[in-house]
């Protein structure tokens, strides 16, 4: 790495044995803070079949009914596909159609890659070096798969306006490639020819936001076997570099989160790292650099984190998926200045991996999808307020 470390945090003993609260001991405002933090609940997670080794789920509605529907990527070398799932508005789900894309779709999201004004798809594809996009019809439906080649196993991905011309593009960090892919959209759907950012080690972890806050879109970006998060800049053409913004976080990260948790008007990051049962969140200071990382203890090996307001605080929470075999996800509620409570864990399927955060049934409230990769399905939790 050439970029310089800041020093981890010091983890107090004491603390190891209360679940869920941060390394080091909080201030006296925090602890009053926390004791106003609104409880949260949830009903018993409904269980809705889709392929094998469910992985990751994305929001939206992709038939334009008003109902919100989910898109689910399932990476099985013999399943390869993204599952639709259609939404009745009361937070049910019916599996209506698998969609194939390229081998071992790790990632789904979802944007208006066209702007023909319906919601796209797209995945990384971690075995066959390459993302594929399925177009949106008016019919609620998806067509004509494309393939563009990325670098080596993308594991995961971002979407964002890189190069200011206000066409969705798309960033993939690459494991075995140890690098970023940046491929630019053309407007029609297509995407230009990756250009790949290389030497910062195994960069399987990717999220996008305007860090320094110059008005350009930059990259955060992951190394598991580094245990390290770092900042590329962006320049607004769709070009990106290291600006001496280097992190420690907790063992082997897997995927990051992007929100403002101490409401001060910078982005901050919460980053899922399954070696050590924690999520690590790092404040943002609006010029591109953050403040030492702070730990917090989920249930299982957390493969993923996502943000919602769970308890209707009007303050970020987050939701773990814990990755092992009883599958759970973990609930931690925002304090509003950037620390975290213990909130509630929810027992989903098996090998929970990909987690997703929204309004399922149009109460307003934030609900919960987790992805259970070992039995081939997901747990729809709506929230009980």
Request: hydrophobic fraction near 40%.
């Amino acid at each position: 790495m050439r970029a310089h470390f800041v020093t981890p945090l010091v983890v107090l003993a004491l603390l190891l044995t209360i679940p869920g609260l941060a390394q080091g001991a909080p201030a006296a405002s925090s602890r009053d803070s926390a004791r106003k933090v609104p409880k949260v609940n949830f009903f018993a997670g409904k269980t809705v079949r889709v392929g094998e080794w469910a992985c990751s789920a994305v929001i939206g509605d992709f038939d334009r009914d008003k109902k919100v529907d989910i898109a689910v990527a399932n990476e099985d070398p013999g399943e390869n596909s993204v599952s639709l799932l259609d939404g009745n508005g009361k937070g049910a789900f019916r599996r209506v159609k698998n969609y194939g894309v390229g081998e071992g779709p790790a990632q789904v999201v979802a944007a208006d890659f066209n702007r023909d004004g319906l919601l796209d798809l797209a995945t990384a594809n971690s075995l066959s070096d390459s993302i594929t996009v399925l177009y949106g019809q008016k019919n609620g439906t998806f067509a004509n798969a494309r393939s563009f080649r990325t670098d080596k196993w993308p594991q995961t991905m971002t979407v964002g306006d890189f190069n200011g011309d206000r066409v969705p593009d798309i960033a993939t960090g690459n494991y075995l490639g140890y690098s970023v892919s940046v491929l630019l959209g053309d407007g029609h759907g297509g995407f230009k020819s990756a250009h790949n950012i290389e030497d910062w080690g195994t960069c399987e972890v990717i999220a996008s936001g305007d860090f320094n806050e110059d008005g350009k879109l930059d990259l955060a970006v992951g190394s598991p076997s580094d245990d390290v998060v770092w900042i590329l800049a962006g320049d607004g053409k769709g070009s990106f570099t290291d600006i001496d913004s280097s992190y420690w976080v907790d063992q082997t990260p897997r995927f990051i989160a992007v929100a403002d948790f101490n409401r001060d008007g910078h982005k901050d990051l919460a980053v899922a790292c399954w070696g050590a049962n924690s999520i690590s969140v790092l404040l943002g200071k609006g010029n591109g650099h953050f403040s030492d990382a702070s730990s917090y203890m989920v249930e299982g090996e957390p493969f993923c984190v996502a943000v919602g307001d769970f308890n209707h605080d009007k303050k970020p929470d987050l939701v773990s998926a814990d990755w092992e075999m009883k599958g759970t996800s973990t609930v931690l509620l925002g304090v509003g200045d950037g620390t975290f409570v213990s909130g509630k864990i929810l027992r989903a399927g098996s090998v929970t991996q990909g987690v997703a955060a929204g309004d399922l049934n149009g109460d307003g409230w934030d609900d919960i999808v987790a992805c259970n990769h070992g039995s081939a399905s997901v747990s729809i939790f709506l929230n009980r307020h």
